[in-house]
Nanobody
Framework: QVQLVESGGGLVQAGDSLRLSCAASGRTFSRSAMGWFRQAPGKDREFVAAIRWLSGITNYAESVEGRFTISRDIEKNTLWLQMNSLKPEDTAVYYC???????????????????WGQGTQVTVSS
């Protein structure tokens, strides 16, 4: 079993920054990647960013490229998402997720992630 707990969400103004954290526990030995996804009201859950757990290779959605940075600490078993220059359209519930086993090079597929956190709300006002 894998447990994921997100924190760091909140209400900010456009242009501000936030840093999300995801503390992972449980099974980690076969983890291939971790990612951040988000879901706005009335919309499907979408890919934000992902990182290969061992190599640190990253991938980002075009909408956040250059503004968000995903990182991880293997020893601390923690994932972060640094979000800068936030926009109102970034408003959503943000989820961290863990993938075990084979995953594509893009790491975008929701179906590849077997474990999810409970989500943390990010609200950006204009």
């Amino acid at each position: 079993q894998v447990q994921l707990v997100e924190s760091g969400g909140g209400l900010v103004q456009a242009g501000d920054s936030l840093r999300l954290s995801c503390a992972a526990s449980g099974r980690t030995f076969s983890r291939s990647a971790m990612g951040w996804f988000r879901q706005a009201p009335g919309k499907d859950r979408e890919f934000v960013a992902a990182i290969r757990w061992l190599s640190g290779i990253t991938n980002y959605a075009e909408s956040v490229e250059g503004r968000f940075t995903i990182s991880r600490d293997i020893e601390k078993n923690t994932l972060w998402l640094q979000m800068n220059s936030l926009k109102p359209e970034d408003t959503a519930v943000y989820y961290c997720a863990s993938a075990l086993g084979i995953i594509s090079s893009s790491m975008k597929e929701i179906s590849a992630y077997g474990y999810w956190g409970q989500g943390t709300q990010v609200t950006v006002s204009s």
